[in-house]
């Protein structure tokens, strides 16, 4: 955990109009600056600071050298009936993703399930952004995504697959939804880079450095590999992320995928996928939602292990802390917020809610 | 391992019809038993023991009960677009699963994707067995089912959750598919329900016995819970699994879940889900095909960790146990054999092929 001497609460509204003033001072139309400041801004309210605002400074160095289109156009390729094939056409990730999982749930309505897959577009931020957007629909919603190589395949040690994120979101009645959102290695590569950029070490499991050997250090890390959860599980979904994302839809995968940290030459041409699954057209989703809210309760009122206190569902802990910094504010370690201050100095934009 | 003395290989065409010939005996139609012994035979020849013959005796014994209906009705209870939800109406899972999949299948080839919510079903062995159905058809094949309690939750104890399996299957083109199927425990439960039956212990961490303490034995880890693999990433996707085939679908969950070994009242209730993705409504399966094979050879060559001698893809060590053993026969252990010898002779169906 980060003292408090190290961070600043800063207004979740206000952080979201500043990081959309810094993405329309890149040439980006406003309700798309919008969705793209709500996509990491979501991400600190949620607890998951590894994709927030402290991607900013990257998202606009790509913008600024012309490696992302401000402006997005995104392209219908192929569609079937209950299936299509968009191309983002290298516009921001957040976007792209917004828009394609919109179209997977309007056509779930009167298909039951749609599924699409994207190709050139750019790191979309966390995957539950997206897979939460069909809750309110009555829907299951799903989104993946590929990402740069940086986890060998299972007896490797050489960055093949990316830590190709998961999410699945669950509508409940009175609980909170249930929302799954996981990379495939043992934690996202994100964690290591706020490490980096916070002077943290790394647990041990969590990499290994370029010799394949155990590391502790976020530097030797990013250099090496990360590990796939349990093993060659993770290994394996990982790969099917790659094979959906980075073939199926058209895009590259793992090693053929452009680094966002390292590359200022070329697009990502990063690969996403969705799908929406409509409730009603399986049971009546009132009962759905009943059923589901009867097994929370029966999940948190399962007799619990020692020096546990309580079992969480999956997003529980990420809603507990969203109703937190909405009220308390986002914590900002100092180096998140020094670079976010140069950002706003440098576009002219007003950094007074860092203060 | 097991030492050459203690099994016997066994021709894996007369270990089907032997199998076959039982269910018959029990009023399944022919084309049914050979399905159902299909499924268990397939799971020896590709090295999935657990999910094998050495279910015959409780399959035979739920048939004799009359706890599963041997004719094999199902029946579409609610149908849109591209979902469907189907009545397993109590009959064998295998069945069941292979009819569900095959309809998957069908429907997919009009629609992109099409997926099947089955419920009111029973055991349907390995969740490989139909995602691999879709492979011929240049699909990407999906199948998953819950299953009666015998993980707890992430922080509990007590079982709630199955060992909920789930399956991927993609077609390649001159390599071998690659096949994911998965637990979402540590191992599958049928591994320990083996262990027990060949006298064996399980490794530390695989299970925890009823006091939530660490076990190695076989007998208290089935009294315990099996943990679910990556800790909470395990149970969020044993918990989606079970909203999936155990709300969604109309089935039961977890708990609800009737068991197949200790229950001999009631049916179990099972639910699946079943899903197919055309590919040629995303992308030409020719280069589809291609780009999996050019993946596959780079993950095969891709520099191995120290220890390591082969890279593996999902499913490529159960092909070549498969190839293996439809060759030398198929190694079934003398306490397996002697419980299918007595199945033999209790049917009247001709035991020589264990001689």
Not at 244 to 252: D, F, M, N, Y
Not at 311 to 338: A, C, D, H, S
Request: proline share 6%; with cysteine; aromatic share 10%.
């Amino acid at each position: 955990m980060v003292s408090n001497e190290n961070i600043k609460y800063i207004n979740y509204n206000e952080l979201k109009t500043f990081c959309s003033e810094l993405f329309k001072s890149e040439g980006i139309p406003s309700e798309e600056a919008e969705i793209i400041a709500d996509n990491l801004v979501q991400a600190n309210l949620r607890g998951v600071d590894s994709h927030g605002v402290s991607r900013m400074p990257i998202y606009m160095k790509r913008l600024k050298l012309g490696l992302v289109n401000p402006v997005c156009k995104t392209k219908i390729e192929k569609k079937s009936v209950s299936t299509a094939v968009i191309n983002g056409c290298n516009s921001m990730g957040a976007v792209v993703g917004y828009k394609a999982m919109n179209y997977a749930i309007n056509e779930a309505k009167e298909k039951g399930i749609f599924f699409v897959a994207v190709n050139n577009s750019n790191h979309f931020g966390t995957a539950a952004f997206y897979a939460m957007m069909a809750l309110e629909h009555n829907m299951i919603g799903f989104s993946t995504s590929n990402a740069p190589s940086s986890m060998a395949p299972w007896g490797g040690y050489k960055p093949f697959f990316g830590t190709n994120p998961f999410s699945f979101a669950i509508p409940a009645d009175k609980r909170a939804p249930i929302v799954i959102d996981m990379a495939t290695s043992v934690v996202a590569r994100g964690k290591i880079i706020l490490a980096l950029k916070n002077n943290k070490k790394i647990p041990e499991g969590w990499a290994i450095n370029k010799e394949g050997e155990v590391t502790t250090d976020p530097r030797e890390a990013l250099e090496g590999s990360v590990l796939p959860f349990a093993g060659p599980k993770g290994y394996s979904i990982a790969l099917l992320i790659d094979v959906l994302c980075g073939i199926l839809s058209g895009a590259v995968y793992g090693p053929h995928i452009n680094s966002l940290y390292d590359n200022f030459e070329e697009p990502q041409n990063i690969g996403h996928c969705f799908a929406a699954i409509d409730i009603s057209k399986l049971i009546d989703p009132a009962e759905f939602k009943n059923k589901v809210d009867k097994m929370i309760e029966e999940i948190k009122s399962s007799p619990k292990a020692k020096h546990v206190e309580e079992i969480y569902l999956p997003g529980e802990i990420e809603f507990n802390t969203q109703k937190e910094r909405i009220e308390k504010g986002i914590p900002l370690t100092i180096p998140v917020i020094k670079e976010l201050k140069y950002l706003g100095k440098s576009y002219n934009v007003n950094t007074d809610l860092f203060e």
